[in-house]
Each structure stands twice: as structure tokens, then as C-alpha cells.
């Protein structure tokens, strides 16, 4: 069995999923590991730091120890917005090949929205739809006709980004809360012509949702699917500033505490503007998008 390892850093976090290649092409995940390197972070006047960088090395070099001891050498690394919307991009690529010896690929916006749609499909088949992607520093949105890509969109919004913009401890208060607001609306008035009854999301603020509206609504856990007005009392909640919204967060998916809300307001607003009845949670995305397109497989779009 082949194994094949991909590094995704994003801005919120750096992820290492391994897959095992069968004889007869099929494809799984053997495991997955991530560091909460929070690149976003890092970055003043679209410069990220030295210190941001350091800091992407030594997740790297973490992830590069622990694949050597398993024999792993087919190591592909990308990265998305975390790298791409920085005006220093090449001084830092350029660095982490001298410490780490991966050469990173920078993947494009629009590029990024179609490996989203390729990597659902690994999960289900699309006839016609609407993809999206939020990461720590973008937003991509992918829209699907008769199995077809129509449009692939990059938004430079993320979960990450307005939490550092807007917010002064770890929950927002209200008035944070209206500015968060008010920024995502003024990014997605660029969404054009997207009208969707059915939303697919994907991505770390997607599955984080999806935990809240299992836990809050004591949902199986097989159930992917969330209905837009329960999307709203979740977005309510989260942003009543009660204790027991914040202890909720904490007991339900700690790791997001701090993005949860800028990442939640996000899709509410884009299933508001594009006229989403029903959003499902995708548990592949890009990353299983990225491997497709690596070893070559044929994907419909």
C-alpha cells in the first residue's frame, strides 16, 4: 500500500493527514495530526513576522520527525491564504525550505474553492449547489450546476482574521459583535449571482458548527445536516454573551473558542445572501480535494 502525507497550513491551523493508496486505487485516511499554529496571527501590515515564521517550522519540523519514524517520505506541503495573502510570501517560503527542506506550494483562491468541490465529492455526489471553505484567513465559494462549476470565488475574510481585528479579550461583546457583522457584510456584497437552496461546508469552522448544533440540539452523531433557523437560534445564543453560551463553547469544542463566533456569523450571512434552506457538513474538503488532483484521479467539474 502506497502512503501519501499532506501538510495543509492554513491560518489557524497546520494539519498533517497521511492516506493509505490500495492496489486497486482507493484511497483512505490512515491518521491526521494538527497544531494550532494560528499564522494569522503573525501578520502586521500584510508582513508576517519572524516569528510566524519560526513558528510554522517548528510545526513542520514536528510533523517531519514523526513521518520519518514511520517511514513516510511522499510529503506534499501547500499552503492557502495563510501564505498567500502576505506581502512577504516568497522570503518566507524560501526559509521554510532552508529549515524544513518542503517546498511549499501557494495555492490560489480560485484553485483552492474547486479542490473544496473536488474533495466532496469524495463524500457525495453534487448535482447542483453551493461549496463553501472558512478558513482563519479566507473564505472560498464554489458554485455547482448539473455537476458543473460555475463559479469558484475567494473571499479574503476568515474566522481568525476579524477575531484579531475585532476583538479585544476572547468572546465579543456586542458592540465587537456589530463590527464583525458589518465587516462580513460589507466582504460578501462581492458574492454575486449565487442562489442555493442546499449548502455544503467544509473546513474547520464548518465541522465546528456542526459540533455545536449536535451537542446544542442532541443530534446523532450521523447527522451532518443543519436547517437555517436552527443556524440562527445557535447564532443567537453565541452571541447573547451569557455564561452559559461561553460554557457551552468550552465543553462542546474548545479549540474554537475564540473563532467560533466571527466563524458562525460568516455562514449565517452567506446562507442569508445566497437564500440557504439546509446547510450539510462535509467531512472531506480540500485537503482530500489536493490528494485527488495529486495522484492524478479523474473528478467530474
Known amino acids: 500500500m502506497e502512503t501519501h502525507a499532506l501538510i495543509d497550513m492554513g491560518s489557524n491551523t497546520i494539519r498533517l ?73 516568497d522570503e518566507i517560503v524560501d526559509l521554510i525550505k532552508e529549515e524544513t527542506g518542503y517546498e511549499v506550494e501557494i495555492i490560489s483562491g480560485t484553485d483552492e474553492a474547486k479542490l473544496g468541490y473536488y474533495g466532496v465529492l469524495s463524500w457525495m455526489n453534487i448535482e447542483s449547489g453551493t461549496v463553501f471553505d472558512i478558513g482563519g484567513g479566507s473564505m472560498e465559494v464554489t458554485e455547482i450546476k448539473s455537476r458543473q462549476i460555475m463559479s469558484a470565488q475567494s473571499v479574503d475574510i476568515g474566522s481568525l482574521v476579524l477575531f484579531k481585528k475585532y476583538v479585544s479579550g476572547i468572546w465579543p461583546d456586542k458592540d465587537e459583535i456589530e463590527d464583525i457583522t458589518d465587516a462580513i457584510e460589507r466582504k460578501l456584497e462581492g458574492i454575486d449571482g449565487v442562489r442555493s437552496n442546499l449548502v455544503y461546508g467544509i473546513g474547520g469552522t464548518a465541522r465546528g458548527v456542526l459540533k455545536l448544533a449536535q451537542s446544542y440540539y442532541k443530534m446523532p452523531i450521523q447527522n451532518r445536516a443543519i436547517y437555517v433557523d436552527q443556524l440562527d437560534e445557535i447564532c443567537d445564543f453565541l452571541t447573547s ?9 468550552l465543553k462542546s469544542y474548545p ?47
Open 255 to 301: 479549540d474554537r473558542i475564540h473563532t467560533i463566533i466571527p466563524g458562525t456569523l460568516i455562514i449565517q450571512t452567506l446562507c442569508r445572501k445566497i437564500h440557504c434552506q439546509t446547510l450539510m457538513i462535509s467531512p472531506y474538503g480540500a485537503r482530500e480535494g489536493y490528494l485527488y488532483k495529486m495522484l492524478g484521479q479523474k473528478l467530474d467539474g
Open 17 to 89: 493527514s497521511v492516506f493509505g493508496r490500495r492496489d486497486d486505487g482507493t484511497v483512505h485516511q490512515l491518521f491526521s495530526e494538527k497544531e494550532m499554529a494560528g499564522l494569522a496571527n503573525y501578520v502586521d501590515d500584510g508582513v508576517m513576522s519572524t516569528q510566524g515564521a519560526r513558528r510554522a517550522i517548528d510545526a513542520l519540523n514536528n510533523f517531519k520527525q514523526m513521518l520519518t519514524l514511520f517511514g513516510i517520505t511522499k510529503v506534499n506541503v501547500f499552503a492557502t491564504a495563510s501564505l498567500r495573502n502576505i506581502k512577504n510570501t
Open 241 to 249: 454573551e451569557s455564561k452559559e453560551a461561553r460554557n457551552f463553547v
